[in-house]
């Protein structure tokens, strides 16, 4: 589906290609196009509106990454024990 607005060629349909399995999520790039060079970053902004948006109706949720450390002894160094 082309996007429509102000920034985008006409006819012009994104193109999506996954490349890798990361982490925690699948990772893509997408190619957009815009009617000039000075309108791209509004297309872009266009598509990630619109993507977050379709995210939300879907019940997609991004899982941001989380870390735990263990450190030995328990706690940084320098810093009192938690109680």
Known sequence: MP???PFSSP???PSVRFHTFAESGLRFTVGLRA???AA?????HDFIKRLNARYR????????PTR???LPG????G???AE
């Open 11 to 13: 006819q012009a349909e």
């Open 74 to 77: 328990g706690g940084w160094p």
């Open 68 to 70: 735990t450390l263990d």
């Open 35 to 37: 009617r000039d060079y």
């Open 40 to 44: 791209g970053d509004g297309v872009r």
């Open 3 to 5: 996007l429509t607005g």
């Open 57 to 64: 109706r879907e019940g997609i949720v991004i899982p941001y």
């Open 79 to 81: 810093r009192p024990e």
